[in-house]
């Protein structure tokens, strides 16, 4: 499901992908099975275009990466979260318009 802009972290890459990125990362936890999820991926790529050298976009596989989601206590998604300089910074929860996704992103950038 990572595509354009998007990146895909896993259990094994992310300490490195998100934890030690330069930039600020969103990190969208997704699932295959997730009607909601589907809604919200579209906006998420969209973003990655949009903010590009600004943001590092990236997608974790609840299912398939129960580590980090278990870590950062994932219990309903879609969850976006923004991660700078190794910290969490933000986190939302469920479905929002994307007016509404670019400023939770314009508030960390």
Same mark, same amino acid.
């Given at each position: ?12 890459n992310?300490?490195?992908e ?28 969209? /973003?990655?275009?949009?903010?590009? #050298?600004? @943001? ?5 596989? %609840?299912d398939?990466? +129960?580590?980090?989601? =278990? ?5 309903s998604?879609p969850? /976006?979260?923004?991660f700078k300089? #190794?910290? @969490? ?5 469920? %479905?929002?318009?994307? +007016?509404?996704?670019? =400023? ?6």
């Open positions: 499901m990572a595509d354009s802009g998007t990146l895909a972290a896993t259990d094994d992310f300490d490195q998100v934890l030690q990125a330069e930039l600020p990362v969103l990190v969208d936890f997704w699932a295959e099975w997730c009607g909601p999820c589907k809604m919200v991926g579209p906006l998420v790529d969209s /973003l990655a275009e949009e903010y590009e #050298g600004k @943001l590092k976009v990236m997608k974790l596989d %609840v398939a990466n +129960p580590g980090v989601a =278990q870590k950062f206590a994932i219990r998604i969850t /976006l979260m923004i300089g #190794g910290e @969490l910074a933000d986190t939302a929860v469920g %479905v929002r318009p994307k +007016p509404a996704l670019q =400023q939770f992103v314009e508030a960390h950038i």
